[in-house]
Each structure stands twice: as C-alpha cells, then as structure tokens.
C-alpha cells in the first residue's frame, strides 16, 4: 500500500471517530482550544490523556492536524523541489504518536511559540527536531 494510501485511509478513520466522539469534549478542552488555530491548543489537544472526558476526540484532531500538515508539506515540497522541505524524518517508520510526544515536548521548551499558528508552530518544531541534510544543489527556505 502506497504512504499517501495509508496516510488517508489513517486520515479518514481519525475524522471519522472525530466527528463520532466530538460531543464528549471536557470543560478543560473547550471549543476554543478546538478553533483557536493556535500553536499551544494544538499541543493541549496533542498532550490530552485518551483516558480523560474528551481525550480521545483531543487526540484524534491532534493526529489528524499533524498527518494533514505533514502530506501538505510533501506536496508542495514535490511540487517546488527549488523550495526544499523544511524537514526529514530520521526514520520513516516513525510512529504518529512518537511525533506528536516529541512535539508536544517540544512546546513546552519553546513556549514562546504557544500564540503562533498552529501550522507554523508545527512546521517549526519539524524543522528545528529533523532538518534535513544540506546538499550543495538544494537551498532550504
């Protein structure tokens, strides 16, 4: 099965309990923290216990928000090779949840950059966790 084959049918099957369990959210995980489009409620959905009222949905929108940023990443990487990628997995075998521990590590290092937008706050711990090796034909932006 192709990555981008398995990456959406694990996509989907996330949406899907998503929206399945969105009405159990807990008052510590608030429609806010859901809309805020914010680096730091990324990481509170991110960090939620699946065990907790609203965890499994908190973590669902987690996975889902990293899994979709990661292949909009590879497309548009793929699209413009000039542009470079911004980051390279250590190993592509790598697990969703490793990714989403190590950023949620990542956070509270760096909460400076908890008011940033989600995406920038993920594509910059990306970055900064796995960067991609310098080639002398490849510039990185």
Not at 20 to 42: K, P, W
């Amino acid at each position: 099965m192709s990555q981008s084959r398995a990456s959406a049918r694990i996509l989907g099957s996330i949406l899907g309990a998503t929206l399945a369990l969105v009405g159990q959210a807990s008052a510590q995980i608030s429609e806010q923290t859901f809309s805020s489009g914010r680096t730091g409620d990324l990481a509170k959905l991110c960090a939620a216990s699946e065990a907790s009222p609203g965890g499994e949905v908190a973590r669902a929108w987690c996975n889902a928000f990293i899994i979709a940023t990661g292949q909009y990443h590879g497309s548009v990487a793929a699209a413009n090779p000039s542009i470079g990628q911004i980051y390279c997995l250590p190993d592509p075998r790598m697990t969703l949840d490793q990714v989403r521990t190590a950023f949620v590590g990542w956070i509270q290092s760096n909460t400076q950059y908890a008011d940033t937008r989600a995406v920038d706050g993920l594509m910059r711990f990306a970055g900064t966790t796995w960067p991609c090796p310098m080639t002398s034909s490849a510039t990185r932006h």
